[in-house]
């Protein structure tokens, strides 16, 4: 199945209102090139050198979703070319993400990665960090800064019904949060990849961040 092939097939379970990040990682640019062809405007890298190197290279008005772990010493790169950044998971990153966006006169799209999984292994705000953060108005610490929503990443398990709890919490924070504190750029909410977006879906996705269903198995060098 070509990249075209298979995006027809993604594109018919995705609801025109939920933005579908085709996520690029360890994909050439042609892989890249074929999917912009097809219509696709909003592609996922996880870092930060391999994001500048397509920048530089692939069409103007993609607009980059940064997914991956992100240092504070790689934001100096990927702020002047990030249209969101996704995996926002302290305040340290906030603060240097809010002193590299100001440099630059921007105001940069976060959304605040939520720690959901059972893996430790995994990164972001826990969900009493996060409540604690809107409950003393951190947001407006920042500027430069729009917080547009969550992502979280679940577990990773062949258990549907461990995925679609942990869906079900994100869904049940992101909403509480923006009950509460009815911030207007507070819309998003990124849960879902290739072998879960589906279930995202049902559970209120507002993005969904799928990758080797679109480009094929990734190869790690
Ligand atoms: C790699 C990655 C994806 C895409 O994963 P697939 O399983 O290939 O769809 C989505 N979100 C994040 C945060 C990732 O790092």
Redesign the pocket.
Known sequence: MSVTDNLKTIRAGVPAEVRLVC?S?FHPAELISEAYEAGERDF?E?RAQELMQKVEILPKDIRWHF??PLQSNKVKYVVPVAYMI??VENEKLLNEIERIAAKHDKVQKVLLEVHIAQETSKHGFSEEELTQFFAEKMWQNYPHIEVCGL?G?ATLTDDPEVTKAEFHTMRTLFDRIKNDYQLNSFTELSIG???DYPLAIAEGATIV?????IFGQ?IYQ
Do not use: D, P, T
């Open positions: 996520v990682k996922g996880s997914i991956g996704q995996s992502m990443i990849m290739s072998h961040r799928v990758g080797s269903a990734r």
